[in-house]
Every structure is written in C-alpha cells, then in structure tokens.
C-alpha cells in the first residue's frame, strides 16, 4: 500500500536554530499538508498545498514557517528560527480528489 | 465545517463490536462525515467516510441517521491493536483541510 514517508522520526535543536522538516508524498497525489500536534493535545492544521501554492494556512503558520515543493517529490516545511514552543509531533499528508487523506508517521521535533 | 461531539472514551471487550457516536447536528447538505483513527502517537488512519448511504468496507462500517445529524462507526470485531483515538469529522466535498476535535478514545480490553 502506498505511503506517505517522513523524515527524519525525530529531531532535536537548539531554539533559535531552522529545521527542515522532510515528506514524500504518495506520487499520484495532488494536495499536501502539514499538521502538528503537540503533546497531549489535538491534531491542529498548519498548511496545505496544490499546484505549487499554499492554498489555506491557519493562524499558527506565521512568517517563521515556509513550505516548498522543490523537485516534485520531496514537500518540506521549514522553521526559520525554532522556539520551545514549536515542539511537537509534524505530520505530513497528502490525498487525491475527494479521497481520505494518507497521512505519515510523523516527525517529532524536540527544541530544547 | 460542521462540529462534531463524541464521548470522550469509551471501552470494548476485545471480540465484541465497538460502535462509536458522534452527533453532527449542524451539517449541511455538501458535507461527509469522515473517520480517522489515531494510534498512540503515530499520524491519523483514514477508516471510512460517507455522505448519507450507510458505508462499509474492510476495516468498520458507518452507519448515517436519515436526518443526517449523528453517525456511528462499527469495528465489529474489536481487537486489542484498535485501541486508539477515533476522530468524527465533517467536512465539505470543497473543503481543503481536517479539523481534528479531541476524538473518542477507545479502550480494548482483553
């Protein structure tokens, strides 16, 4: 069965320091997203993604988070400058049409 | 998109079947009602969705009222390994993302 691949499973840096955050998405799919979740609270929204755009973004994905799609396979969500706050498990997925969405197994980011 | 309500938890003996609610009282006619699962801290599982026919496929079957306000999710046969948090969401066919409540958390007990 087709997969959504995240990498890497976990990831710890120093705050004020940029991640990359790493997905590939199953290849027939067209929309892509991020999620996060922090410990012990809901799966919250962050950033979705079609045709080489963002197409909605909420409130927690201010001026410090960028997505890309560099080579037509990798979707990456970067944070320029880390803080505390911003540990929690990330969550890539991706869905074709009206189809329910494939989600990763997640990268848990550790900013200490 | 429309709220969703669900129980908080709920436990199953492992061999019976769980059926799972969720009311959905505000939902519009352009809306599905959709069912992820969530295992410990790995990312959301696609189960099952529908729009107002009653659905089943490999993993449970969905069971949508006539009126469309509430909604049940039917593993029927439970094992331990579907002890998890099921999350009810409604979302139009339009709609772009999933708004994730915080879900029935379903205990299996040997």
């Known amino acids: 069965e087709p997969e959504v691949t995240q990498t890497p499973s976990h990831q710890v840096t120093q705050m004020g320091q940029e991640v990359i955050l790493r997905c590939v998405p199953i290849?027939?799919?067209?929309?892509f997203y991020w999620y996060r979740q922090i410990l012990g609270q809901k799966v919250e929204f962050l950033v979705s993604?079609?045709?080489?755009?963002?197409?909605?973004k909420s409130e927690i994905f201010d001026d410090q988070f960028s997505v890309e799609r560099p080579d037509g396979s990798n979707f990456t969500l970067k944070i320029r400058s880390t803080k505390l706050e911003d540990s929690a498990m990330y969550f890539c997925?991706?869905?074709?049409?009206?189809?329910?969405?494939?989600f990763g197994s997640g990268t848990r980011l550790t900013v200490v | 998109d429309a709220k969703t309500t669900q129980p908080p938890s709920m436990d199953c003996a492992e061999g019976r079947a769980a059926n799972l609610p969720c009311n959905h009282s505000?939902?519009?006619?352009?809306?599905?009602v959709y069912w992820y699962r969530q295992i410990h801290s790995q990312g959301p599982q696609y189960i099952i969705h529908?729009?107002?026919n009653n659905e089943t496929n490999e993993m449970a079957s969905l069971i949508i009222t006539e009126d469309r306000k509430s909604s049940t999710l039917i593993l029927p046969h439970a094992t331990l390994r579907d002890t998890a948090v099921y999350y009810c969401?409604?979302?139009?066919?339009?709609?772009?993302?999933?708004?994730f409540g915080g879900g029935t958390r379903l205990m299996v007990k040997p």
């Open positions: 529908g729009l107002k």
């Open positions: 993604f079609y045709n080489n755009e963002i197409s909605e």
């Open positions: 969401i409604v979302r139009s066919g339009a709609g772009n993302m999933l708004t």
């Open positions: 290849s027939n799919h067209l929309y």
């Open positions: 505000t939902i519009s006619g352009n809306e599905y």
């Open positions: 997925a991706s869905r074709v049409s009206n189809y329910g969405y494939t």
